[in-house]
């Protein structure tokens, strides 16, 4: 007699390792001054650690995908625990900025396993509604994970609590998860019979699959960036950089729950060009405001950036649906790749703001304010670039799905009976 497949344990095994990646974000992202201030590091040096989070996630995400149905996800989370495992261990007795960038690589490689593992698994386990129900669920516990991790780190962190100590409790969900997996039969994959690999490589040539392939590398900076460096560059806003964090991730969280209604009424070019619109206006206020007005820029900033993951791969999936899981695990991976790409730069930038306001006679936290709003004034240029692909996106688009409503209606025409 088989054994049977156990999904709720299948699933909270899945939301602990998110919650891991989650946490992986946060207290990283708290914890980034002090590894600055221990090992004597400049911010494009801790934008190159950043970095390592981001490239090791796109690598092992596209891979994983690719290989899912031949070794299966209990080998791809069993390579994700020890990733975790190492990466973690390695980053709290790393000596120096090597020892730094390769223990976050090593993190960021269980990452990506982990999302190339869990969607497909979900996927799999689920059956009709319950399939898009429960990967919402699931992909609830990055922007909740970030909320405890936030909170976490900034309670120890009040504390006086080592960043070595905050590490530490990444393990906890670490552990949880591959004990919730172990033991467990896994679905079998749902093979796709009338798409193969060839046919969706060739189908990465489509117009819009080539559009959003651009369009994500900018709406992933636009939400990793300021949140990755949220503890350097509103550290002298007079608004807590940790508490930003949380109410942005804990927003997200909700607005994701009530997508459905919220892409059914605006549709996913106007979600994407609203939240464009949004995130542009949040960031500029960061640059702007400190104090109360910074929690008010991050409701802005939260309502923008809230459905562009999301419905970026959603949009994927509707309109360049013969790419695949192929399509859809290179658009996340561009979307990481190029996050990491640009963490040196925004570091460089911090430093460099840092420089030009020094030699102006700025000192202390006058400077530090000065260097991190200058710095988000740079990063609102992303999301202005994104108004105006969106734009173009919303009128072509728009044509296009008018166009297949008419064709369906043609269809539905000649093929009725007369009466």
């Given at each position: 007699?088989?054994?049977?497949?156990?999904?709720?344990?299948?699933?909270?095994?899945?939301?602990?390792?998110?919650?891991?990646?989650?946490?992986?974000?946060?207290?990283?992202?708290?914890?980034?001054?002090?590894?600055?201030?221990?090992?004597?590091?400049?911010?494009?040096?801790?934008?190159?650690?950043?970095?390592?989070?981001?490239?090791?996630?796109?690598?092992?995400?596209?891979?994983?995908?690719?290989?899912?149905?031949?070794?299966?996800?209990?080998?791809?989370?069993?390579?994700?625990?020890?990733?975790?495992?190492?990466?973690?261990?390695?980053?709290?007795?790393?000596?120096?900025?090597?020892?730094?960038?390769?223990?976050?690589?090593?993190?960021?490689?269980?990452?990506?396993?982990?999302?190339?593992?869990?969607?497909?698994?979900?996927?799999?386990?689920?059956?009709?509604?319950?399939?898009?129900?429960m990967l919402n669920r699931f992909h609830m516990w990055f922007p909740g994970g970030i909320?405890?991790?936030?909170?976490?780190?900034?309670?120890?962190?009040?504390?006086?609590?080592?960043?070595?100590?905050?590490?530490?409790?990444?393990?906890?969900?670490?552990?949880?998860?591959?004990?919730?997996?172990?033991?467990?039969?896994?679905?079998?994959?749902?093979?796709?019979?009338?798409?193969?690999?060839?046919?969706?490589?060739?189908?990465?040539?489509?117009?819009?699959?080539?559009?959003?392939?651009?369009?994500?590398?900018?709406?992933?900076?636009?939400?990793?960036?300021?949140?990755?460096?949220?503890?350097?560059?509103?550290?002298?806003?007079?608004?807590?950089?940790?508490?930003?964090?949380?109410?942005?991730?804990?927003?997200?969280?909700?607005?994701?729950?009530?997508?459905?209604?919220?892409?059914?009424?605006?549709?996913?070019?106007?979600?994407?060009?609203?939240?464009?619109?949004?995130?542009?206006?949040?960031?500029?206020?960061?640059?702007?405001?400190?104090?109360?007005?910074?929690?008010?820029?991050?409701?802005f900033f939260a309502m923008g950036v809230c459905y562009f993951w999301p419905v970026m791969?959603?949009?994927?999936?509707?309109?360049?649906?013969?790419?695949?899981?192929?399509?859809?695990?290179?658009?996340?991976?561009?979307?990481?790749?190029?996050?990491?790409?640009?963490?040196?730069?925004?570091?460089?930038?911090?430093?460099?703001?840092?420089?030009?306001?020094?030699?102006?006679?700025?000192?202390?936290?006058?400077?530090?304010?000065?260097?991190?709003?200058?710095?988000?004034?740079?990063?609102?240029?992303?999301?202005?670039?994104?108004?105006?692909?969106?734009?173009?996106?919303?009128?072509?688009?728009?044509?296009?799905?008018?166009?297949?409503?008419?064709?369906?209606?043609h269809a539905t025409e000649a093929t009725a009976p007369n009466v």
């Amino acid at each position: 007699m088989s054994k049977q497949i156990n999904k709720r344990t299948l699933f909270l095994g899945s939301c602990f390792a998110l919650i891991t990646t989650a946490f992986t974000f946060a207290i990283r992202a708290g914890i980034l001054p002090q590894l600055g201030e221990q090992f004597g590091l400049t911010n494009e040096q801790l934008g190159f650690i950043n970095s390592m989070w981001f490239l090791g996630f796109p690598i092992s995400m596209v891979l994983g995908g690719i290989f899912y149905n031949s070794i299966g996800p209990k080998r791809i989370m069993q390579f994700a625990f020890v990733m975790h495992t190492l990466g973690i261990i390695l980053t709290i007795y790393a000596g120096g900025y090597t020892l730094l960038l390769i223990s976050t690589l090593l993190i960021g490689l269980g990452n990506g396993c982990t999302e190339a593992a869990c969607n497909p698994m979900i996927a799999d386990a689920y059956e009709g509604n319950m399939v898009d129900k429960m990967l919402n669920r699931f992909h609830m516990w990055f922007p909740g994970g970030i909320v405890l991790g936030s909170l976490i780190s900034k309670f120890m962190g009040d504390f006086s609590m080592g960043w070595q100590a905050q590490m530490w409790i990444i393990m906890i969900p670490t552990i949880i998860y591959p004990i919730l997996f172990f033991g467990q039969k896994f679905p079998e994959p749902k093979l796709e019979e009338m798409k193969s690999l060839k046919e969706n490589v060739k189908a990465l040539g489509s117009p819009v699959f080539i559009f959003l392939f651009l369009c994500f590398a900018l709406t992933a900076i636009s939400e990793f960036g300021p949140q990755q460096w949220v503890n350097i560059v509103m550290a002298q806003s007079g608004a807590s950089p940790m508490l930003i964090l949380a109410l942005v991730t804990g927003l997200m969280a909700v607005g994701r729950f009530f997508a459905g209604p919220v892409v059914k009424a605006l549709g996913q070019p106007g979600v994407l060009l609203s939240g464009a619109i949004l995130t542009a206006i949040g960031i500029y206020m960061f640059s702007i405001f400190t104090g109360a007005m910074a929690y008010v820029a991050a409701v802005f900033f939260a309502m923008g950036v809230c459905y562009f993951w999301p419905v970026m791969l959603g949009a994927g999936a509707k309109r360049a649906p013969k790419t695949g899981a192929l399509g859809l695990s290179l658009l996340g991976g561009i979307g990481m790749f190029s996050t990491s790409i640009f963490q040196p730069i925004i570091g460089s930038w911090i430093d460099s703001s840092r420089a030009t306001y020094a030699a102006t006679g700025l000192s202390g936290s006058e400077l530090e304010l000065a260097a991190g709003q200058a710095t988000l004034a740079k990063v609102a240029i992303f999301p202005c670039i994104l108004i105006v692909l969106f734009t173009i996106f919303y009128i072509w688009q728009k044509k296009s799905d008018k166009k297949t409503v008419d064709e369906m209606a043609h269809a539905t025409e000649a093929t009725a009976p007369n009466v």
